[in-house]
């Protein structure tokens, strides 16, 4: 398991830490490199294959990486997996030069980034252009599944220059990646007024891909900016004196100067410095302008730790922030602070950040300038309390000291519309031993100074959101919605005219639903619209407020007739009948008259209601002149009239059989009917020497309809019969061993009758194939049907013998071996075989049973046309026969529960042809 690791997390798996990692802030070209937390495995992460390593959810980690060849520059891919989505971010790792004559080098430059990504495993059919951002957030993705990512860097030309490897990543379901805060609000049902799926507030700010605010080195220095050793400050001077200077700022803050000498700046912001760079020139020269900028920025090392995605030393520009750091960082954890983050100089007292300041307002005053050897700790959240309901910002909070329930308030952004002023709902862990609710005025709550303690859930909750004072009315009308009530609202008040109604309006009946305010039971009154309008005041009814009023369509209320179609047409069946309708109208509905149809002659079948009594009327017509409309052949139709168009007589589209196995040229053939198996077979090329004519198998589409509806009775009735066994066996008192072996045999019953449930009969005929010359004329030589299918198959070489002998299987034929010898040849009858109801199947289906045997040692066999022995023992096993024998049935008081109930499905299985599945 362990080589299907990456090795990133192999060795941190080993370890058992992560080495602190050196982030560069320097600029486009600038990079970091990622390490994999301490302890997370292939396994730990979450919907990954043992072999495809994903993403932790909520850190930032190294994907499972595939190797490619060494590009120019290699771009190095993390990613955070969230619900339906992966925030990804990525940074150039230079692996080579470019070289020119001159001997100078300098690494591509990338100007734009590219991203594709597609299904693990699959191309990577899905690509991006995202610019010159290092950061991405792929979303509407399938949680669950691993999603493969690699990003491609192109040059000013739009040169590929950049590559990363394939990267995989699986997101993952919402509840998955929940912190352990977001749980705590979560774990119980949710409130009245408001739901408890909240998020914490703040931190989604640093998800959103790397840079959030940018890269210092990218931000151009002010006049306040503190000129320190490591800057590079560019002199330019115009006027009588044109010169062009780029001077360090050395350790001690000096700069030194071509011709004037050294210049301190030690201590000096930049306006400052470019003050004393103009006196100390002014010195040397005169009537000339001076221009001082910062061509490069020193550089200062500082440290983030603490509850940070991604802890360790960066390298920061002067200009750096303590935002810029943390945004290098992956930002705090859902486990860390942000209101309480400390900044610690090496000289001086430390200085506290509250994040909720930029995030609530916008204001970057406490945004705390680095210096050199500082050190960023953010420590674990503090006391959260979680405000939902109607309030515009619902989310989980953290609290600094001293603040209450009117800042909780501000936090969320104030009421929604919907919001009930008058109660705030608190809901708490009272004594860390049980919860309670606080319910507290909102005058209380915006006044300040109500108290609240870590964990609390305050809910505001919404109005009552029932619309009051109204009615509605909806249904088939052209203006549908609410309308104001009033006292002594009817109807005619919303329906005045047929103008307000729409086409197909059912106009007999409408109704008024209404609950009542006392007992909420709903009622219904209905009324006319027709009557309504017409100035019918019983149906003008008196509306209360809430009511609803419902008119209905044509369509759903009112009574539609029919006509029905059958016979040789593309779609029969019924269709809605329209005034004026005739016998062309509905076969031209129902797709045409198909190719059999008899256009000689039609019938059209009416039926006449006269009070209580129905007479039946046959109408004859001739369908072509119906068709072309001569004549009154082309009837007008009446509702529920039926019309049946009648098959050419001797019509058969398709009447194929089907001839497989060893023909000379098996296939299928078309015949003609009154034609018999001779003839098809003689088409067929006759018979090839491997033919195996005792054991044709012949089935028909007739027969296996017969046999599927004797197979569903028979089932039906041994059910019955087993229900029947089970009452008589529940009425006895036995012994256990008695009981538990009556219960095994009904049990296998069961499973039997479920086992021929599930079974497909074939339909097979016991047909004798005899040569051709010989089967011209026979018995057997039948009328073919549609369907048909005959299968010869070649010459068997074993003898098969089934169900309770020692060792059931099939053995070599060996020419007039009687019964006996393969009985010996198997180990012989087992104890609980039943020795009286032996059968031996023949290989053209028919069956010959130990039960015919005679009182005389020989008899004949009409169907075998010779003398057998009465001895079933004796009796000769032909090639393909196969011999079977029953189990013993299990008699208790007279009832035998495990009958021979194989013997009894012989008879239909053998023809069927799954004579098999019995002993399966």
Wanted: charged content about 25%; hydrophobic content about 40%; some cysteine.
């Amino acid at each position: 398991m362990l080589r299907n690791l990456p090795l990133l997390a192999l060795a941190c798996l080993c370890l058992g830490a992560s080495a602190p990692v050196t982030y560069p802030l320097l600029g486009a070209q600038a990079g970091r490199t990622l390490s994999r937390p301490a302890g997370v495995t292939g396994n730990a992460l979450r919907g990954a294959p043992p072999s495809a390593a994903g993403a932790v959810p909520g850190a930032a980690v190294l994907g499972r990486q595939e190797r490619s060849p060494e590009p120019e520059v290699e771009l190095l891919i993390e990613g955070v997996v969230g619900d339906g989505e992966v925030r990804l971010a990525w940074h150039p790792k230079p692996t080579r030069r470019l070289s020119f004559e001159n001997g100078e080098s300098m690494v591509p430059e990338v100007r734009s980034y590219l991203l594709l990504y597609g299904l693990e495993p699959g191309p990577l059919d899905q690509q991006v252009e995202v610019g010159s951002q290092k950061g991405y957030r792929v979303t509407h993705l399938e949680n669950g599944e691993a999603y493969q990512f690699r990003v491609v860097g192109l040059d000013a030309l739009q040169q590929e220059v950049a590559k990363s490897p394939v990267v995989v990543f699986t997101p993952v379901a919402k509840e998955e990646v929940r912190s352990a805060v977001e749980r705590r609000f979560a774990e119980e049902e949710v409130a009245p007024g408001g739901g408890r799926e909240l998020t914490q507030f703040g931190y989604d700010l640093f998800a959103e891909g790397a840079g959030g605010l940018g890269l210092a080195g990218q931000v151009a220095a002010g006049p306040d900016y503190a000129v320190g050793p490591g800057d590079l400050l560019e002199l330019f001077l115009w006027g009588q004196v044109d010169a062009d200077y780029a001077v360090p700022v050395e350790p001690d803050g000096s700069i030194h100067i071509p011709k004037v000498g050294v210049v301190s700046l030690a201590g000096l912001t930049l306006a400052q410095a470019r003050e004393r760079i103009h006196a100390a020139l002014a010195r040397q020269y005169s009537r000339f302008h001076l221009s001082v900028t910062l061509k490069h920025l020193r550089t200062v090392q500082v440290y983030v730790v603490g509850e940070v995605a991604h802890p360790g030393s960066y390298e920061v520009t002067g200009l750096g922030t303590a935002f810029d750091a943390l945004f290098a960082a992956g930002g705090p954890t859902r486990q860390g602070s942000l209101r309480s983050i400390t900044l610690r100089h090496l000289e001086g007292a430390p200085e506290k950040i509250d994040l909720y300041t930029f995030l609530m307002t916008g204001d970057r005053s406490g945004d705390l300038r680095l210096r050199q050897g500082d050190t960023l700790f953010v420590p674990v959240i503090g006391p959260t309390v979680g405000v939902t309901g109607q309030v515009k910002r619902p989310a989980i909070y953290e609290l600094a000291g001293g603040e209450s329930l009117k800042e909780a308030l501000a936090f969320s952004g104030g009421l929604t519309a919907h919001a009930d002023p008058r109660e705030v709902s608190i809901e708490r862990v009272e004594g860390r031993l049980r919860r309670v609710v606080e319910e507290v005025s909102w005058e209380a709550a915006v006044a300040g100074g109500h108290p609240l303690q870590s964990g609390d859930l305050v809910t505001v909750r919404a109005i009552y959101p029932a619309v009051e004072g109204r009615v509605e009315l909806t249904g088939e009308v052209k203006q549908p919605g609410r309308y104001p009530w009033h006292a002594g609202m009817r109807i005619s008040d919303l329906l005045q005219s047929r103008d307000q109604l729409l086409p197909h309006c059912f106009l007999d009946y409408a109704e008024v639903r209404r609950v009542d305010p006392e007992t909420l039971k709903e009622s219904v009154i209905s009324f006319s619209p027709e009557r309504l309008l017409a100035g019918r005041k019983q149906d003008d009814i008196v509306l209360l407020d809430q009511d609803t009023i419902r008119l209905y369509s044509e369509k759903e209320l009112a009574r539609r007739d029919f006509v029905e179609v059958r016979g040789e047409v593309a779609e029969p069946g019924r269709y809605p009948f329209l005034p004026g309708m005739r016998i062309r109208d509905l076969i031209y509905q129902a797709g045409n008259l198909t190719r059999a149809a008899y256009l000689g002659e039609g019938e059209l079948t009416r039926l006449h209601v006269a009070g209580s009594e129905t007479t039946t009327e046959r109408i004859y017509f001739n369908v072509a002149d119906a068709l072309a409309g001569r004549g009154d052949h082309d009837q007008p139709l009446a509702p529920n009239d039926q019309l049946f168009i009648r098959a050419v007589p001797d019509w058969s589209a398709a009447r194929v059989v089907h001839v497989e196995g060893e023909v000379r040229f098996p296939g299928t053939y078309t015949f003609r009917r009154g034609e018999r198996i001779s003839e098809v077979l003689e088409r067929a090329g006759g018979f090839t020497p491997r033919a195996f004519l005792k054991g044709a198998v012949f089935t028909r589409d007739s027969v296996r309809e017969i046999q599927e509806e004797r197979l569903n009775s028979f089932i039906q009735e041994q059910e019955q019969e087993l229900l029947r066994q089970s009452a008589e066996v529940a009425k006895q008192t036995l012994q256990s061993g008695t009981a538990a072996a009556l219960q095994q045999a009904m049990q296998d019953k069961q499973k039997l009758l479920e086992r021929l449930r599930a079974t497909q009969v074939k339909g097979r005929m016991v047909v004798r194939i005899l040569p051709l010359e010989e089967l011209r004329g026979s018995p057997y030589d039948l009328e073919l049907e549609e369907g048909d299918t005959i299968t010869m198959p070649p010459i068997p070489s074993s003898v098969t013998v089934l169900g309770r002998v020692y060792n059931p299987t099939a053995l070599l034929y060996e020419v007039d071996k009687p019964v006996s010898y393969y009985l010996a040849r198997t180990g012989g009858l087992r104890e609980d075989a039943d020795k009286k109801h032996l059968y031996l199947v023949r290989a053209d289906g028919t069956v010959i049973s130990r039960a015919q045997h005679r009182d005389f040692r020989w008899w004949w066999s009409p169907g075998e046309h010779r003398w057998s022995s009465g001895r079933f023992a004796g009796l000769p096993v032909e090639r393909g026969d196969t011999l079977l024998v029953p189990e013993e049935p299990i008699t208790v008081g007279g009832l035998s529960i495990a009958k021979d109930i194989s013997q009894i499905l012989a008879n239909i299985f053998v023809a069927a042809g799954n004579l098999k599945f019995l002993f399966q």
